[in-house]
């Protein structure tokens, strides 16, 4: 299979020129993997302080040692021109349209993203304001999952026709995503996370572990990553309100134990036989057994 190849927009090169300053004893792609891992570091342990936070720095130093304090201020200001284009302008795919532009779309994955106004286009033929009103108007907001995120443009594309048509996306939508490939996911993560998104990325295989929001896994698996406004107070309540509910479903489950009513003693042949009654028993008045059928 030919790799895609696409030109970089003008409004790109800057921060294309600034990765390619950096190659030297590593290739490109290598340079580009690491600086997204880094980049999406620096976001995840400003706002995540579970035990995965520790791992993660670690992976930071690791990757940072690599690098001269020259090369790493070239990574500073790569993160800060990504923030400056979403800045300007949030309604883009910008990670993932440099990733394909330096040709790093993989053969073996079938990983080829989709352009960004194809994306856009689904959005706008995909989104109908009359069901998303009804989920927000019942339980506050609505959720999105797309099992193959890549870097992010169709839940970047739906977030953006979520805004033009008026709807609070930072409030009222949770967006979980999944991809096999890492540098891909944290990709869409970083974009995620510029925008604004609650949302919680997962990089594993969609098929063999399919993500979920599962407040327990989301907290402790150390291959989700939470974007920071997942942890302001409107989200925190809701994860709070999700809990309590798994909570009760789980002990609504739970089936109190069957007790045994007590068996009748076996005949034994020694029992005493039966005297015969020859008088009627006597009848029990109707006030006794209206007072007897409240107990």
């Known amino acids: 299979m030919s790799r895609a ?3 970089v927009k003008a409004e790109y090169r800057d921060i294309v020129k600034l990765i390619e300053s950096l190659t030297g004893s590593k290739s490109l792609w290598n340079i580009w993997s690491d600086m997204i891992e880094m980049i999406a570091i620096s976001i995840a342990n400003s706002v995540d302080h579970s035990p995965r936070s520790k791992g993660r720095e670690e992976h930071y130093l690791r990757i940072a040692k690599e690098y001269s304090p020259k090369d790493m201020d070239v ?18 795919d910008l990670l993932g349209e440099i990733h394909m532009s330096l040709n790093f779309g993989s053969d073996a994955l079938g990983q080829v993203f989709t352009p960004y106004n194809v994306c856009k286009m689904m959005a706008k033929m995909t989104v ?14 609505v959720a999105a999952n797309d099992p193959a995120c890549g870097a992010g443009a169709t839940l970047i594309a739906l977030v953006n026709v979520l805004r033009e048509n008026h709807v609070n996306y930072q409030e009222k939508v949770f967006i979980v995503a999944q ?23 997962f990089i594993g295989d969609t098929i063999c572990n399919p993500a979920t929001d599962n407040p327990t896994r989301l907290e402790l698996d150390e291959n989700v990553w939470l974007t920071p406004i ?3 107070p409107i989200w925190q309540y ?3 309100a999700r809990l309590l509910a798994q909570m009760f479903e789980t002990v609504s489950k739970t089936a109190a134990p069957e007790i ?36």
């Open 5 to 7: 190849i696409r030109h």
């Open 75 to 92: 990574i500073a200001r790569v993160f800060a021109e990504i923030v400056n284009q979403y800045e300007a302008c949030p309604d883009q």
């Open 128 to 141: 109908d304001n009359g069901p998303i009103d009804e989920k927000i108007a019942e339980r506050g907001y």
């Open 179 to 201: 991809d096999i490939e890492r540098t891909a996911a944290l990709m869409c993560y970083i974009q995620l996370s510029m925008l604004g998104c609650a949302a919680a990325i």
């Open 230 to 232: 997942y942890y302001t």
């Open 238 to 240: 809701r994860r709070q």
């Open 260 to 295: 045994e009513e007590p068996k009748a003693p076996e005949a034994t042949g020694l029992e005493e036989p039966e005297k015969e009654e020859h008088e009627e028993a006597p009848k029990i008045k109707p006030m006794v057994a209206e007072q007897l059928s409240l107990f």
